[in-house]
């Protein structure tokens, strides 16, 4: 069994460099805008088990979303990126509460990612604290691709890969308003080399 997880947002937030930070390293000035979906696949293993993850590009451009919309059934977990530093992608992130609600299942984990960390930013923590108060948003973090090494890239998808292993192995209800915990003495080993 394969554990989704799905990002999404505005186009243009940075989506892909996130995931070609992960999965490859490498961070680009000009990546071209995703059409429709495109996947990546890395193994993870904790205590001793292998969990297949799969990583879904979604197309942030409006005409593409009806395609993506059947991607949100069975995602574990929702990564929903926008631009520090662009408050339009910011004030869009109701809209994608929305489509996660309506389309996706009742226990996924909503991960909210400020990415472009290392610009000067738009949106204060004050209004993403907010934010994420009043919405179902489990964890909010920042990140950059384009940071050295993309250090928090990888803190991201490893901190997203353990608690869906973690609760894959102790099943559990959370609220969509409860905080998440990871286990510190978990060790959850990422094998980017073998995605597709």
Not at 60 to 71: D, F, I, L, S, V
Not at 102 to 125: E, M, P, Q, Y
Not at 126 to 135: A, D, S, Y
Request: aromatic residues 8%; charged residues 20%; glycine residues 6%.
């Amino acid at each position: 069994m394969s554990h989704k997880i799905l990002v999404i947002g505005d186009s243009g937030v940075g989506k892909t460099s996130l995931i070609q930070r992960f999965i490859n390293d490498e961070f680009h000035t000009y990546v071209q805008g995703t059409i429709g979906i495109e996947f990546h696949m890395f193994k993870v293993n904790l205590n001793g088990k292998e969990y297949k993850m799969q990583i879904w590009d979604t197309a942030g451009q409006e005409r593409y979303r009806a395609m993506t919309t059947g991607y949100y059934r069975n995602a574990h977990a929702v990564i929903l990126v926008f631009d520090l530093n662009n408050a339009e992608s910011f004030n869009h992130i109701r809209f994608w509460l929305g489509e996660i609600s309506t389309k996706s299942n009742r226990d996924c984990t909503i991960f909210l990612v400020g990415n472009k960390a290392d610009l000067l930013h738009k949106i204060t923590r004050k209004q993403i604290n907010q934010l994420v108060e009043k919405t179902t948003i489990n964890q909010y973090h920042e990140v950059s691709a384009n940071s050295s090494r993309g250090t928090d890239v990888k803190k991201l998808f490893n901190t997203v890969a353990n608690l869906i292993c973690i609760n894959a192995e102790s099943p559990k209800s959370n609220s969509p308003n409860s905080s998440l915990e990871i286990s510190p003495s978990a060790k959850v080993e990422l094998d980017s080399s073998k995605c597709c």
